[in-house]
Nanobody, 126 residues
Framework: QVQLVEPGGGLVQAGNSLKLSCTAS????????VGWFRQAPGKEREFVATIDWNARRAYYATSVEGRFSISRDNAKNAWFLTMNSLKAEDTAVYYC???????????????????WGQGTRVTVSS
């Protein structure tokens, strides 16, 4: 079975940083785009960041661009979301995900992902 485990959430003061991790098992995703999504209270799940299958480029939601950074480590079958300058509006449950198909770039649509982490809650206090 495929599992994506994502520790790293927690309570953070506004302006500080936090790094989320996602480690997959059961399948190697070195040829897949991977990404992060989030869902704030009372809102729909939204795209946050993705990195191409070959790690040549990353894409971000406008709301986080310049503050967040996505990276991956294929040797560990893992990917990360480094969040800087956190704001109260970043409070949400964050989900990591792996794309269904191989060799994709700019995978920003939720429907293109078929493996999801359990979600980790990030609360930013102001």
């Amino acid at each position: 079975q495929v599992q994506l485990v994502e520790p790293g959430g927690g309570l953070v003061q506004a302006g500080n940083s936090l790094k989320l991790s996602c480690t997959a098992s059961g399948r190697t995703f070195s040829r897949h785009a991977v990404g992060w999504f989030r869902q704030a209270p009372g809102k729909e799940r939204e795209f946050v960041a993705t990195i191409d299958w070959n790690a040549r480029r990353a894409y971000y939601a406008t709301s986080v661009e310049g503050r967040f950074s996505i990276s991956r480590d294929n040797a560990k079958n893992a990917w990360f979301l480094t969040m800087n300058s956190l704001k109260a509006e970043d409070t949400a449950v964050y989900y990591c995900a792996a794309a269904r198909a191989t060799f994709q770039i700019r995978v920003v649509s939720e429907r293109e992902y078929d493996h999801w982490g359990q979600g980790t809650r990030v609360t930013v206090s102001s």
